[in-house]
């Protein structure tokens, strides 16, 4: 008979000592054979036999050396087998400490999709929780089974915990409601052990209610007719003896214990005989006659005494098992020092080498004699991303490689393309280490120089790392091995440290390197500008110039104050340099043209910044080049936007005021609105470009044309016929879409909108703000469902206007559920003539709806009750917040919100880190949080995420999976099953009063 088929036919018998001897000689054979799996099972079966005969102490003992020794990736299930019985076996043992560590060690193993496994790992833990006395723990833990849709057994067995841990916490309410559920389900599914415990629940209410009588006549009624007593029932016929002591019933409690004491000597749980002599005890010396109340205070004074002796033993043993950890904790510290202090003075030592080449080559001949891999692949993706060395060529186009393998470094540059599908695309997409053991699984991942998939290389291990510098990743090392195991502990530790050193080594020699290139690549730069380059300091105002730009200027200076500079533009370019401080705000980059005075003469120059910001984000000063275009303005061919085309809002108003003295057939008329959405980036040609579209506009519509709030294009078209309104808006599309200025192709985004006079719209007054409406969220042509939704815009509008202005805003409360725990209240609002569900952020423009959220966010944070409150806030409101210095002032936030984020700006993730440090809990609305990079995410270290629409498919497992690592609460108003920790949003509506009246 082979090792399965003798371990099977083992396993199947019921396990006492009569097998022991059998297990050991097969554990034995396995052994011999080396065959691992065998030998754990086997294992396992000598754990169960202990158990069963009740020998905890040599069942720990092997479960212990099994929980060091076992290899927990090869046999990930046999593990958590082990696991289990050392959670049973510390339970038994009272040690519901250890038996919670275990708990934590098995969760990583468990099968999320697993509902019966992840729901007995809760149930675990709410025993252990409750053992331990925090019942707000176990009752969380009890909860999570009950929304995971348990089976009916399962789910009765929650509700009679549950009920016993609200009695246990003098919370009857709650005990009273879950008893009710309890004996529902328990008659439903005619469970007999289950009703006997729903009356034992039902006694202790009315114990603690002082109702004796009655639970005196349940516990008579239980056992009426038990001639014999588990475990259990021992725990209830101790308790009936505490109430009949209570009662005064002394000769009761001796007859019951006289009944039952053959069953609690049989009884293995020394807890229970104790408790049972105890009252045993009691009640025959209160029968005997003399002095009742001496005895009872002497009884009393000696349980308080057993007591405190008991809480001393705890302290003494808690001590001493401290003191045997610190002392393991140590001599394994020391162990693991040694190791880091030879792997660093090797590896230190084989990179005093100057150059990249050979530090890759010593480094790697160093390593492997401390951990012994393979072979190493590093890739290096650009030696210049180090702000020094501008970008010259596509850093993208190509890569790096070194391939060391016995003691030879072969070098070759790959294409970016024959990255797709290896490790390193691995890597560059998670940016973190990976580990892979291709003895436990089959990933079919590549090596980029072989080209071949590591599976077929037979290689059994593989470690991958990242190497970055200042967070961004510029190189990353791959070791394998066929041989050695090197994703052991100290394998890793010293990869990992190791790979760190030459991390930074190869960072200083990118610097040497790269500094040298500037410094010569600056060299040559200026010594081919002519007109030179400046550097501007914003704070104080002044430029530090270089002799060629002085030269330039006419004068000796190497400083002056920008306000001297801008005396030489002439006066007619000056406000172009307002274009230069909006950019300087934004800290962007940005282009010039202007004329300066110099000599007498007029001479058009191109200046350039680029903004220096050092790494802790703050911009020191901008650097700027100055260029002579090489040509005199001539006034002549220049086109005059304000008296052409850059027409005033109130000139547009009074013409279309003049259609009003006209008759009907005149009176008819379509306007034609065009917008560029992206105006704003061609900055520095914007005058060119306004013109060109101009001209572009009206020699496709009409001779005039309005160019209105810096922003968009108006003209009147004198007709209404259908036909040719849609072919000049395409003519104008096509137009836009072929747009060149100074020959070269111009990308503008446009939007296209077109309404008629009188036939959408009679009102002269509204037409021109329902166009522009109609521009902003790109609708072409006019319709009824579009002016319905225009007009509901408006209405919602003017009501949040209005109640802003009058200081009329109402705070509604919303009831946030974790099953059926109520764990916060989500703000909402009540506006006159709107409705509290009506989402007005949908409507309002961001000016308004900054001065709304605004409003609200303060009246919520000087609020001063207690309550746990979440409010939704976009980025853009705490942007303005925080500009203000509203978070600086302490008086201000009396009581600090929860914050749900929602919105998107450039600085999000720097205004979400701020109020971090601030002190603020932080959710983000799921569709903020993917316009963050995955680095950012981590450094956010959010409380959860607001899930707003429903995710489908690949999107919403990746997502779930993600947040299940990051461990976030979810906040939805949709149902997760398969996500435990989520909070739902509810429909309901608390208005002040009510939430006073609820409070007391």
């Known amino acids: ?188 599914l005619k469970d007999k052990a289950g009703q006997r415990y729903c009356d034992y629940l039902n006694a202790k209410i009315l114990i603690s209610e002082k109702k004796y009588k009655f639970a005196y006549k349940i516990f008579v009624d239980m056992f009426k007719n038990l001639k014999e007593i588990n475990d259990e029932e021992i725990g209830f016929l101790n308790e009936f003896s505490e109430l009949l002591l209570v009662m005064d019933q002394y000769s009761d409690v001796k007859s019951y214990s006289d009944k039952y004491q053959k069953s609690v000597e049989s009884s293995n749980d020394q807890y229970l005989k104790k408790d049972f002599y105890k009252n045993y005890l009691r009640a025959s010396i209160m029968i005997l006659p003399g002095h009742k109340e001496e005895i009872r205070k002497l009884l009393d004074y000696i349980e308080l005494v057993e007591k405190e002796i008991a809480r001393s033993d705890e302290i003494s043993t808690t001590t001493a098992s401290e003191d045997d950890k610190f002392l393991e904790v140590n001599e394994k510290m020391e162990e693991i020092i040694n190791q880091v202090e030879n792997t660093i003075n090797l590896v230190n030592f084989a990179m005093v080498k100057s150059g990249e080449r050979e530090s890759i080559l010593e480094f790697s001949k160093s390593l492997e004699k401390i951990v012994p891999f393979g072979e190493a692949l590093f890739v290096i993706f650009n030696r210049a991303n180090f702000e020094l060395l501008p970008d010259l060529y596509d850093k993208y186009s190509t890569v790096s490689t070194f391939n060391y393998k016995k003691e030879r470094l072969y070098e070759r540059e790959l294409p970016y393309s024959d990255l797709n599908d290896t490790i390193v695309e691995l890597l560059i997409s998670g940016n973190k280490d990976v580990t892979i053991d291709f003895t436990d699984t089959n990933i079919p991942v590549k090596n980029p120089i072989a080209k071949t998939t590591y599976l077929d290389q037979k290689v059994k291990w593989l470690f991958a790392t990242t190497l970055n510098y200042d967070g961004d990743l510029y190189a990353c090392a791959v070791f394998t091995s066929s041989i050695y195991d090197i994703l052991s502990p100290s394998a890793l530790v010293n990869l990992k440290i190791a790979t760190k050193l030459l991390e930074s080594k190869l960072v200083n020699l990118f610097y040497q390197e790269n500094l040298q290139s500037q410094k010569d690549i600056l060299q040559v730069a200026m010594s081919e500008l002519q007109e030179g380059m400046f550097y501007y300091e914003i704070k104080r105002q002044r430029m530090l110039l270089t002799a060629e730009f002085s030269k330039f200027l006419g004068n000796d200076k190497t400083v002056i104050s920008r306000n001297d500079y801008i005396k030489k533009i002439i006066s007619e370019d000056r406000e172009k340099l307002q274009e230069v401080e909006e950019a300087i705000k934004l800290e962007r980059a940005y282009t010039v043209e202007y004329y300066l005075s110099l000599m007498g003469n007029r001479v058009l120059v191109k200046e350039h910044g ?60 379509t306007l034609i609105g065009v917008e560029i959405l992206n105006l704003q980036k061609f900055f520095n040609i914007k005058e060119k470009l306004i013109s060109e579209i101009s001209l572009l506009i009206k020699n496709s519509v009409t001779d005039e044309v309005f160019f209105l709030d810096n922003s968009f294009f108006i003209s009147i078209v004198p007709t209404i016929d259908q036909k040719t309104i849609e072919k000049i808006t395409r003519t104008v599309a096509i137009k836009l879409d072929n747009l060149e200025i100074d020959s070269k192709k111009v990308d503008v985004r446009k939007s296209i909108s077109y309404i008629k006079y009188p036939k959408n ?16 969220i790109n609708q072409e042509a006019f319709t009824e469902e579009y002016y319905l939704k225009y007009l509901n815009r408006k209405r919602i509008i003017n009501c949040v206007k209005d109640d802003i202005e009058k200081d009329d805003i109402e705070i509604l409360y919303s009831p946030m559920y974790m099953g059926n725990l109520k764990v916060g209240y989500e703000i909402k609002y009540n506006l006159k003539g709107l ?32 309550l746990v409150k979440f409010i939704f806030i976009s980025v853009s409101t705490l942007d303005h917040l925080i500009t203000e210095k509203y978070f600086e002032d302490s008086s201000n936030i009396i009581n600090r919100p929860i914050l749900m984020i929602y919105g998107k700006i450039v600085d999000s993730y720097k205004i979400i880190s701020y109020l971090r440090e601030k002190g603020y809990k932080i959710y983000l609305d799921y569709l903020t949080l993917k316009g963050l990079n995955i680095e950012e995410v981590f450094n956010l270290e959010l409380e959860g995420v607001i899930i707003q629409t429903e995710l489908f498919a690949e999107e919403r497992i990746k997502f779930l999976e993600f947040s299940r690592s990051q461990k976030y609460q979810l906040i939805t108003r949709l149902e997760l099953n398969d996500y435990l920790n989520n909070v739902t949003l509810s429909q309901e509506i608390i208005n002040l009063h009510d939430m006073e009246n609820i409070e007391k």
Do not use: H
């Open 1 to 188: 008979m082979n090792i399965r088929d003798t371990y099977n036919k083992l396993a199947n018998q019921e396990l006492n000592l009569k097998l022991f001897n059998s297990v050991v000689e097969l554990r034995n054979e396995c052994k011999a054979t080396n065959n691992f799996e065998y030998l754990y099972l086997s294992t396992l079966l000598m754990i169960d036999i202990y158990i069963n005969e009740n020998l905890l102490d040599d069942a720990l003992m092997i479960a212990s050396k099994s929980f060091t020794d076992i290899d927990k990736v090869v046999f990930s299930k046999i593990y958590v087998s082990v696991l289990e019985r050392l959670i049973y076996i510390f339970i038994q043992k009272k040690n519901y400490r250890r038996a919670f560590r275990y708990t934590n060690e098995k969760r990583p193993y468990l099968d999320s999709n697993n509902v019966e496994e992840i729901n007995r790992w809760y149930l675990e833990n709410s025993y252990i929780y409750a053992a331990m006395g925090e019942k707000n723990k176990a009752l969380t833990n009890l909860l999570a089974i009950l929304a995971n849709n348990p089976d009916e057994n399962l789910k009765s067995i929650i509700l009679s915990n549950i009920t016993k841990l609200y009695i246990d916490d003098g919370d009857m309410i709650n005990a009273i409601k879950y008893l009710e559920d309890t004996m529902t389900l328990t008659n439903s």
């Open 761 to 776: 719209i009679n009102n002269l007054r509204d037409i021109y703000e329902v166009l522009r409406n109609m521009l902003e």
């Open 835 to 866: 409705s509290p569900e009506e989402k007005v952020n949908n409507y309002l423009d961001d000016d308004i709806l900054t001065l709304f959220e605004k409003k609200l966010f303060q009246m919520v944070s000087i609020s001063k009750d207690n």
């Open 610 to 669: 680029r903004p220096y910001i050092s790494r802790d984000g703050i911009l020191k000063f901008y650097v700027c080049t100055i260029t002579k275009n090489g040509y005199e303005r001539e006034e002549s061919n220049s086109l005059n936007l304000d008296n052409r085309t850059k027409k005033k809002e109130d000139n547009f108003l009074e013409k279309l005021e003049s259609f009003k003295d006209k008759d009907s057939e005149e009176n008819k008329f």
